[in-house]
């Protein structure tokens, strides 16, 4: 599971990057909720961290 959201936060960030530069004026703000979706997911992955 904590594999799971490592690649789920990399996919999100990939896809900000490419929906920002590759299709930035198209989209407009509505890519940066992957970045924010992103972010939230290292957040979470941090708070939890490893549990005894």
């Not at 959201?5 to 996919?11: A, R, S, T």
């Not at 990939?14 to 290292?42: E, K, P, Q, R």
Request: hydrophobic residues 65%.
């Amino acid at each position: 599971m904590k594999d799971l959201i490592w690649l789920i936060i990399i996919i999100l960030i990939i896809g900000w990057l490419v929906g920002y530069f590759g299709f930035g004026d198209a989209v407009g703000s509505l890519i940066h909720i992957l970045l924010v979706l992103a972010v939230i997911g290292i957040l979470y992955r941090l708070a939890t961290g490893r549990r005894p």
